[in-house]
Nanobody, 119 residues
Framework: VQLQASGGGEAETGGSLRLSCTASGRTFRMLGWFRQAPGKEREFVAAIIRIGGATYYADSVKGRFTISRDNAKNTVYLQMNSLKPEDTAVYYC???????????????WGQGTQVTVSS
């Protein structure tokens, strides 16, 4: 089982980036994104349920970030708009064993991808 994240990079304040995460080896009922900024704990960003497409967002990204999925490709996307310097972090794709946004319940993790937003 592998979660492969891609799409990080650099953007200016107000800019956009899109992250992708492809799962291989199995399908998951839910996939999510977390992030960890330097010196801070990892935090939940967004998640989406495979069937039905219900979405969940952290308050800090609501209205700016959009999570979506392509079930045929077993891939989720995180469209990040109106980026702010405080969005700078390593972003991780992850999957829980059930429907939840609690980090401790996420059993599968991809490698991180760096997002840097300059002011």
């Amino acid at each position: 089982v592998q979660l492969q994240a891609s799409g990080g990079g650099e953007a200016e304040t107000g800019g956009s980036l899109r992250l992708s995460c492809t799962a291989s080896g199995r399908t998951f009922r839910m996939l999510g994104w977390f992030r960890q900024a330097p010196g801070k704990e990892r935090e939940f960003v967004a998640a989406i349920i495979r069937i039905g497409g219900a979405t969940y967002y952290a308050d800090s990204v609501k209205g700016r970030f959009t999570i979506s999925r392509d079930n045929a490709k077993n891939t989720v996307y995180l469209q990040m708009n109106s980026l702010k310097p405080e969005d700078t972090a390593v972003y991780y794709c992850a999957a829980p064993s059930w429907i939840t946004t609690r980090e401790r319940d996420y059993d599968y993790w991809g490698q991180g991808t760096q997002v840097t937003v300059s002011s």
